[in-house]
């Protein structure tokens, strides 16, 4: 007859020292400055994203803007005059 197996109690919780010595985010390798410039740039394409409502996200860069219609554009839908009048606030 097997003998029924016991799980153990876990053991005594890590240290916060020991946490942060095995943490890969505070111990990886520190990134060349070109690398780090490089990234902060950002990508200079014209990048647009569909935020759905009639709303849309551009980002060129580390700049960024969201564009939408106008609150006018939406209580007065038939006037053409109004159909093509968007908003544009930084993100």
Do not use: W
Request: aromatic share 4%.
């Amino acid at each position: 007859m097997p003998s029924p197996s016991y799980s153990r109690a876990p053991g005594p919780a890590p240290s916060v020292r020991g946490q942060a010595l095995n943490d890969p985010r505070a111990n990886s390798l520190r990134s060349a400055p070109e690398a780090r410039m490089a990234a902060n740039i950002g990508d200079e394409r014209l990048q647009e994203e569909d935020l759905g409502d009639g709303r849309r996200r551009f980002r060129k860069g580390t700049a960024c803007v969201d564009v939408h219609r106008t609150h006018i554009a939406h209580l007065n839908p038939f006037d053409s005059r109004l159909r093509d009048l968007n908003v544009a606030k930084p993100c």
